[in-house]
């Protein structure tokens, strides 16, 4: 009987086994579909402490910003974060926010204060020291050095591997292809879980299914909601040198992260990757699980990058993909046992952060499993915080 | 004859020969490049940034976008997804040489590149290619 059951093979469910066979235990992931096959194969990787307001998601993004680090350092498929940036492409590029306008621009240097993490601000005529294909007229920006990028799909799959290589035979196993169909209960307690393929016993369940994981938690009694908020990103034909040396965004990119609004909301957001391809977004939107990206909101995302780096309007979109960010409804994911269903640890919906997240939720899971005190406080993550109505 | 077109009962059109890097490459009319290239022997068309490891067909239905290739001076397009034509000059290795961006008269000469086949839009190879 192994220890933990995790249900999610996507970069959260990847992280928390990792740090729990780290800690010791005997874990089985679980995934209905493949590795990576939900909201984390479909993002661009971001590793970002800019976009977060001063609080416990910021201390959440610092936390593993540094676990981040650390994962490239450390592994056997290289040492980051050189071209091979521990097997997942870990780039510690650096992220450069850019403001239209002076006011904007005010506005974005007080936030930087109010974050306290290690920032430079850009004066308008320094901004091509960073970005040499920048546009004419922006009001000046805010480079953050600790801005990362990983791929994340590959992140997710290498976490696994690494933590069964890492942590002796059996620490780890996967299993794909197995839906989980409810729970086995000891009273109230949760002691496994029911799946299409038998009952597995565990010591504990983490529930790391994204943006199903309102489903999952629904499967055990409890409510966690957990909403759709669709995002779309357009790629372009790979580029032989970079043109984009850092992640690129307009302050709106924050205000749009920060917002409950249904309709759609888009803000340049460029990055180049390492094979070549530009990743253009990011758009926001709350239509449900609908994959039908209307060739609008693809248009304005590609009229928002051109208006920040005219260089691309050379380049063609060659394709682009959705996915559903977790997003709960005062954006802060939700990481901790869940007091109505002991036994049944959450560590979903993270909305657009889960990559960048993913491994200092894992890491906290990992202490409350083993009953270690957290080294931060989870009170704000608490999954019994939203009460009971639908919102 | 080919033991595989009798199998299938083919009757395929006269062949004819495209520009491949400056080697006459033989076609059946109705070939994707891919097919094309594939049939000819050459398995990598293009290598990556980093490492230069080589790409060519991989999935073979149009999803992975590995196959990219320079048709009639208009680069990143799908070998997998673009019919063969007579006349065409397929350019292989890396799309974009010095880094500099496709020329303005690239999407002019891809409209201008033949007529379209029935449903087959040359320029599929663009965009919208989420749904």
């Known amino acids: 009987m192994p220890d933990v059951v995790v249900v999610g093979a996507g970069i959260v469910g990847a992280a928390c086994a990792y740090y729990a066979a780290r800690a010791g235990l005997d874990v089985v992931v679980l995934d209905r579909g493949p590795v990576a096959g939900g909201t984390t194969g479909a993002g661009e990787g971001n590793v970002l402490v800019s976009d977060k307001e001063p609080g416990p998601e910021l201390d959440l993004a610092l936390l593993s910003n540094r676990l981040w680090r650390e994962l490239a350092d450390s592994g056997p498929d290289g040492p980051g974060p050189g071209p091979a940036g521990g097997g997942f492409e870990f780039e510690a590029k650096g ?12 506005a974005l240097a007080d936030l930087a204060v109010k974050q306290g993490v290690e920032h430079a601000v850009v004066e308008p005529g320094r901004l091509r020291d960073y970005e040499p294909h920048l546009a004419e007229g922006l009001a000046g920006g805010v480079f953050y050095p600790q801005d990362a990028q990983v ?132 758009s926001r939107e709350r239509v449900g699980f609908d994959r039908a990206v209307p060739a609008s909101v693809l248009g304005r995302l590609a009229a928002q990058a051109v208006a920040l780096f005219p260089v691309l309007a050379g380049y063609k979109a060659i394709r682009a993909y959705c996915g559903f960010r977790p997003y709960c409804p005062d954006h802060l994911p939700v990481i901790g046992e869940d007091p109505r269903a002991p036994g049944l640890y959450h560590a979903c919906g993270h909305e657009g952060a889960g990559i960048g997240l993913a491994p200092a939720t894992g890491h906290l899971i990992a202490q409350a499993l083993t009953g270690t005190r957290p080294d931060l406080e989870l009170t704000p993550f608490r999954p ?3 009460g009971e109505e639908t919102p | 004859m080919n033991p595989a077109r009798r199998l299938v009962r083919a009757d395929p059109e006269p062949g004819f020969e495209i520009d491949v890097d400056g080697e006459a ?101 663009g965009g919208r290619g989420d749904s």
């Open chain 1, 95 to 106: 992220g450069l926010v850019v403001a239209e306008t002076p006011p904007v621009m005010e």
């Open chain 1, 151 to 282: 791929q994340p799909m590959l992140a997710a799959a290498r976490l696994i591997r690494r933590g069964g290589e890492s942590f002796g035979r059996g620490a780890l196993m996967l299993r794909t292809g197995v839906t989980v169909t409810g729970f086995v209960r000891d009273g109230d307690r949760v002691t496994g879980v029911r799946t299409d393929q038998g009952d597995i016993l565990a010591g504990a369940v983490v529930n790391a299914a994204g943006t199903w994981g309102g489903e999952v938690a629904a499967l055990a009694g409890v409510r966690v909601p957990v909403l759709p908020r669709r995002g779309a990103i357009l790629v372009t034909e790979p580029l032989e040198r970079p043109l984009i040396r850092h992640k690129v965004y307009t302050a709106a990119y924050v205000t749009a992260v920060a917002s409950d609004s249904e309709g759609l909301e888009s803000s340049a957001v460029v990055e180049g990757t390492p094979a070549g391809p530009v990743l253009i977004g990011a």
């Open chain 1, 384 to 386: 019994d915080r939203f």
């Open chain 2, 25 to 125: 490459v033989p076609v059946v009319p109705g070939q994707s490049l891919g097919a094309v290239l594939h049939a000819a022997g050459i398995r990598s068309w293009r290598t990556t940034r980093s490492g230069g490891r080589p790409r060519g067909l991989f999935c073979g239905i149009g999803v992975c976008f590995d196959c990219l290739v320079t048709v009639n001076g208009v680069p990143s397009l799908r070998a997998c997804q673009i019919e063969a034509r007579p006349g065409d000059r397929v350019t292989t290795g890396r799309p974009h040489p010095d880094g500099r961006p496709a020329a303005d008269h690239a999407s002019t000469e891809r409209e201008a590149a033949g007529p379209a086949g029935p449903g087959r839009d040359r320029g599929a190879g």
